[in-house]
């Protein structure tokens, strides 16, 4: 069974850093698109960073030049380098991955972790 498996959220004063880390793991033959969501109380999921297995990456305004994502294939593991962190990056953390499983690509998502950013 297919899991992904998000690490180091936390509680940060405003202007510092945290890194979120995502592992899929169980039996899959390739991983595609690996992102970072986030969810505020009250709003929509969004996109915070996307990447591909090729390397393409793109992130959503709010985040631009604060977050990075990066990904390591071999240890099919995403990061998030969340820098300058705002109260408004308040919201829990979801991993999201397509991945290959048998012939066909499926959708799997995290638990999210919690980031809280205090002023």
């Known amino acids: 069974q297919v899991q992904l498996m998000e690490s180091g959220g936390g509680l940060v004063q405003a202007g510092g850093s945290l890194r979120l880390d995502c592992a899929a793991s169980g039996r899959f033959f390739s991983i595609n698109a690996m992102d970072w969501y986030r969810q505020a109380p009250g709003k929509q999921r969004e996109l915070v960073a996307h990447?591909?297995?090729?390397?393409?990456?793109n992130y959503a305004d709010s985040v631009k030049g604060r977050f990075t994502i990066s990904r390591d294939n071999a240890q099919n593991t995403v990061y998030l380098q969340m820098n300058n962190l705002k109260p408004e990056d308040t919201a829990v953390y979801y991993c999201y991955a397509e991945i290959q499983v048998g012939g066909t690509f499926k959708y799997y998502w995290g638990l999210g972790t919690q980031v809280t950013v205090s002023s």
């Open positions: 990447t591909t297995s090729g390397g393409r990456l």
